[in-house]
């Protein structure tokens, strides 16, 4: 009885349980909060606040220039990987490495007489930035040529039977000043013919060309145009030929 009773007595009610197992897990949780949190890996972020630039009306004699800012807003050094323009004529200057909180920039030149009418020439930029690894740039415009080759500077001369196998070239002056051709010729005299008139005085030539009578098969050349304008002394016409007559025996 004794025994029974003594059990009875030592044995803690339920709720103490309970509220002891409460105290122990919060005390945990305390413990867990107090640990240190590990800090982020420091990392680049490429702030870049414009990304395309329009140059409005330009002419093509002179180079068009532009530096697009980047900044590093992240907590590592950024780095410009690569910058990869779509073409030959756009010439890169740039700042390779920008530290946190830094600011640095990608400065694009266009050659003069790269671009005609209205153009767009993107470059590709490549970075560390781990959220932004590739960004484009973007540069517009409108060139207004001093002269104007229509419809093309390139002149193709294909032989079909019947026809009058010849190509014509417009010259069209947007000078302040009167226009005048004053001197041509061309590296193949031998497979081409010449005819150069003005069409309105002082702003538009005709050049014709056609080929020669007993030229036969493929062809390529140059021809050069001087012309008394400082902006534009010289103009280059291409020509390409495919002249395939029938022989004398032939049908």
């Known amino acids: ?20 197992a409460l105290l122990l897990l919060g005390a945990g949780v305390i413990a ?15 702030a870049v606040p414009q990304t395309a630039f329009d140059f409005g009306k330009i002419t093509e004699d002179r180079p068009l220039t532009h530096t697009f800012v980047i900044r590093n ?5 950024l780095q410009i990987v690569e ?8 010439v890169p200057k740039y700042d ?33 930035d781990p959220d932004q690894p590739v960004l484009y740039l973007t540069m517009t415009g409108v060139a207004q040529p001093f002269i104007e080759i229509k419809p093309s500077h390139i002149v193709r001369l294909r032989d079909v039977p019947g026809d009058d196998v010849r190509g014509q070239v417009r010259f069209i002056s947007n000078l302040l000043t009167p226009f005048k051709i004053t001197e041509y ?3 193949i005299p031998d497979k081409i013919e010449l005819t150069l008139k003005p069409e309105v005085p002082d702003k538009v030539y005709v050049l014709e060309v056609r080929p020669k009578e007993q030229v036969s098969g493929a062809f390529a050349g140059v021809i050069e145009l001087f012309t008394n304008s400082k902006e534009r002394p ?18």
């Not at 909060?33 to 590990?38: A, D, N, S, V």
């Not at 010289?234 to 049908?251: D, H, K, M, N, W």
């Open 185 to 187: 010729r061309t590296n």
């Open 234 to 251: 010289r103009l280059i016409v291409r020509v390409f030929g495919e002249i395939y007559r029938p022989s004398a025996g032939g049908q």
């Open 96 to 128: 390779r490495s920008i530290h946190p909180g830094g600011e640095g920039g990608i400065t694009l030149t266009i050659k003069p007489f790269s671009v005609l009418h209205r153009f767009k020439k993107e470059t590709k930029v490549r970075l560390n």
């Open 83 to 90: 910058v990869d323009p779509d073409c030959a004529c756009t």
């Open 73 to 77: 807003t992240g907590t590592a050094p």
């Open 1 to 20: 009885m004794t025994d029974a009773n003594h059990r009875k007595t030592t044995r803690q009610p339920r709720s103490c349980r309970y509220l002891g």
């Open 32 to 46: 867990w909060g107090l640990l240190p949190i590990p800090a982020a890996a420091a990392a680049p972020q490429a």
